[in-house]
């Protein structure tokens, strides 16, 4: 099937019958018609913002094989899985598999029996490989984590650099590249490199609403940590540590607590590697203390908490990091712990760089985190803004600055101490010894310059060094300090200084107090029969050998125990649930939720649908087409005025139906045709409509089968 006899009908149905979803998020409609329409695309999504969906869906429409270039070997087989469970003929060929088992997929490869392969960079470019791909035909390749192409990039591969000979290898094959983190430096970069100047670019919106933000002072941090992690029950979550030996104690003590904790770096054997990777997928362990060498590629969708108990190098990395919170769409909290000796640490790291280039984009990057963490403005703004889009307004508070008001503090006295310091020293030290000589620390560098003898020695010993760290931040932001751009980065007291000395000048400051942890677990209608479901779906996931989301995700498992489905077509209305799925899983859920109807006489209840459910979330391609629509025009003038075919217009308010917006179903399809409709899915049920339109004939589009289909549905649940 080539991409231009692909309907939009026929796409939909895809999405519905393999994957279980009735509408699409933003762009990934638009991302996908591009792609069966032969173009190149550029895509920028957020972690959880469905990225994968737009490469999986193409690739079972288009005639010949998509290849999805990874270096996420644990992505591979997150994603294989899944999509193997919905039915779909896909594998991957990594460096996990042995000789045979290698040889075998690469059989299947050349027989065209795969439509989709996963396989990593170096192994895409070698002479045999090369081969096998030009002999089965290649349709499209999917670049993901196309981030690595750059070298500005802060995941930077030099193998991604040779993926640019695609082009003129496979000179018909579309080209798509996929990211989640990527400024507008990276993103010009990839283009150019890989010739993408033509392609249809998307950038989504990095603003996740779930994620809950949360910066804490390092200070007894175990003991916070300890305390966060007792009321999270059975959740899933991921520590970040900065180094090996400090995930091996971390897990450690929390294991002696009590706690089920596993550590996991790159120092383990590759086998126990796995293991431990496996368990927590498998939700065996609940916790995972690792180093940043962890969770590239893990596509566990119910990760409740993110914590980075050591302070991340950059803001890319720790969006990326804290993005595999919530990638449901549930409620999820990001917490960092920050202190100035982690900072330190990192610029240790970092002068040890040969490169003078690199030193200095390293200490920018870590500028950009310390001002991050230390600010007191709302975090997810700054977070977003970072990336170059622009903060929106949203009416709950989002982190820990924005959901209590910041309290102001008048810094004018220890601000005057710390200039008086900084013109006593000479103005020739750092900020680091300028806070030793405050807290007046008997180190040999501030007794060796006879600082312990000057008057500002040891007078503000009553704030800990975070503080002083932020106030000297909040001087260098504000102008009243410099640093000089040597090694060194000695400090100076400028005119704003000056005033602040001499002339009485206020500094006043807000204060973030530390608050509460945001609750992350939704309510949940019938919790008895929500456990139920979930022990039920370990030990099926458990009997084949996957993770227990690849069989339902939470959200799904919530809406059976909520909805207490009876049937298998009403399983079909689920969030998630294929025709696949529904016919291997389906009888074993129903009968749990059938023998606790019996035993408690429980009634179905409505339950509140979460981001990535929403009814009524739509695209703003289909809100500006149900807009116009509802002005009075037909579906023709509508397109028209879009300049879009018909049948993207008719998709578009099919969704919106779906959705549960308003539509005038008279204007859509005659009282003729919506009796014959009405009567075939009497006959056939609703859940799928190729056999309803088999049954019609000629004459009938799949539009006005989901135009019919949203008003029944519409009227079963009210």
Known sequence: MTASLITDARVVEVLRST????????????IVASILNGQDVFVLMPTGGGKSLCYQLPALLLDRLTVVVSPLIALMKDQVDKLRAAGVAATYINSSLDADEIGRRQGAVARGEV?????????????????????????????????????????????????????????????????????RRVQADIKTHLGLQNAVAFCGSFNRPNLYYEVRPKQEAYEQLAAYLRGRGQASGIIY??????????????????????????????????????????????????????????????????????????????????GRAGRDGEPSDCIMFYSYADAAKHRH???????????????????????????????????????????????????????????????????????????????????????????????????RYGHDKLSTYGIGRDRSKEEWRFLANE??????????????????????????????????????????SHPVEPDTPHQ?????????????????GVPP?????????????????????????LYGVGQRKALDFGDAFLAHIEQYVRETGAQPESLPISSNQQQGSLSSTVRATLDIFNTGRSVVEVAAARKLA?????????????????????????????????????????????????????????????????????????
């Open 19 to 30: 994957f279980g979803y009735t509408s699409f998020r933003p762009l990934q409609a638009e």
């Open 115 to 183: 439509k989709l392969l996963y396989v990593a960079p170096e192994r895409l470019l070698l002479p045999g490989f090369l081969h096998l791909l030009s002999s089965a035909g290649v349709a499209f390749f999917a670049i993901d984590e196309a981030h690595c192409i750059s070298e500005w990039g802060h995941d930077f591969r030099p193998e991604y650099r040779e993926i640019k000979r695609l082009r003129g290898l496979f000179p018909s094959a579309i080209l798509g590249t996929f990211t989640a983190t990527a400024t």
């Open 241 to 322: 540590c900065q180094s090996r030996a400090g995930t091996e104690r971390l897990a450690s003590r929390l294991q002696k607590d009590g706690f089920s904790a596993t550590a996991y770096h790159a120092g383990l054997a590759s086998n126990e590697r796995r293991q431990r990777q496996e368990a927590f997928v498998k939700d065996d362990v609940q916790i995972i203390v690792a180093t940043i060498a962890f969770g590239m590629g893990i596509d566990k969708p119910d990760v409740r908490f993110v914590v980075h108990f050591d302070l991340p190098k950059t803001l890319e990395g720790y969006y990326q990091e804290s």
């Open 349 to 447: 790291f970092i002068d040890e760089k040969p490169s003078e280039n690199e030193r200095q984009i390293a200490l920018w990057q870590l500028q950009q985190v310390i001002n991050w963490a230390t600010g007191t403005t709302c975090r997810r703004s700054a977070l977003i803004g970072y990336f170059d889009e622009q903060p929106r307004q949203q009416p709950d508070p989002c982190c820990d600055v924005c959901r209590t008001p910041l309290q102001e503090e008048d810094y004018t006295i220890p601000a005057q101490m710390l200039l008086s310091c900084v013109k006593r020293t000479g103005e020739r030290f750092g900020i680091m010894h300028l806070i030793d000589v405050l807290r007046g620390s008997r180190g040999e560098r501030v007794r």
């Open 475 to 516: 001087l260098l932001r504000r102008g009243h300090i410099s640093q000089d751009g040597d090694e060194f980065k000695t400090v100076k007291v400028t005119e704003l200084g000056r005033a602040v000395l001499f002339k009485g000048e206020k500094v006043i400051l807000a204060k973030a107090p530390a608050i509460p």
């Open 528 to 544: 008895v029969l929500f456990d139920r479901l979930r022990t039920l779906r370990k030990r099926m996931a458990d009997e084949r």
């Open 549 to 573: 989301y690849v069989i339902f995700h939470d959200a799904t498992l919530r809406q059976m125990a909520a909805e207490l489905p009876t049937s298998r077509q009403h399983l079909l209305r």
């Open 646 to 718: 018909v049948s993207t217009i008719e998709g578009h308010l099919a969704e919106a139906m779906e959705a549960g917006e308003t539509v005038s179903l008279d204007r859509l399809v005659s009282d003729d045709k919506r009796r014959a409709i009405e009567a075939a899915m009497a006959e056939h049920g609703t859940a799928l409509l190729k056999p309803i339109m088999e049954s019609l004939g000629d004459g009938y589009t799949y539009a006005e089968l989901r135009f019919v289909r949203a008003k029944i549905e519409r009227s079963r649940s009210s």
